[in-house]
């Protein structure tokens, strides 16, 4: 499913994976790569839409992420567009039929 992906690409998500495993656990309900990429519709600006659900959600804790992710962006030179979002908040988005959510309900890879 990812066989489009360049190989530092896949070692990105890897590593991203890794990352938010260690720092949520449990907390971690969804990790999905959505978006251009996913679907393999891509061009050569295309980043990796990455879509982070996770339960219990605090601003502490999303900013956390966020700042895992701009490390990897920053080692790795390959740009990253993450949607970090509670597990309530994304089932609201669900059931309101918002095409986010939508979109990484319907084309989104897991992680």
């Given at each position: 499913m990812l066989e489009h992906?360049?190989?530092?690409?896949?070692?990105?998500?890897?590593?991203?994976?890794k990352i938010l495993e260690k720092r949520l656990g449990s907390?971690?309900?969804k990790l999905a790569l959505f978006g251009s990429k996913?679907?393999?519709?891509?061009?050569?600006?295309?980043d990796l839409d990455v879509a982070v659900i996770v339960r219990g959600l605090t601003r502490e804790l999303?900013?956390?992420?966020?700042?895992?992710?701009?490390e990897l962006?920053?080692?790795y030179l390959?740009?990253?567009s993450t949607f970090v979002i509670s597990e309530e908040q994304f089932e609201f988005?669900?059931?309101r039929e918002r095409r986010i959510a939508l979109d990484i309900e319907s084309e989104g890879i897991p992680l």
């Open positions: 992906l360049s190989a530092e690409e896949k070692h990105v998500l890897q590593e991203l994976k907390q971690l309900i996913a679907r393999g519709d891509f061009d050569s600006d295309s999303r900013n956390q992420i966020y700042h895992d992710v701009g962006e920053l080692e390959i740009p990253l988005l669900k059931k």
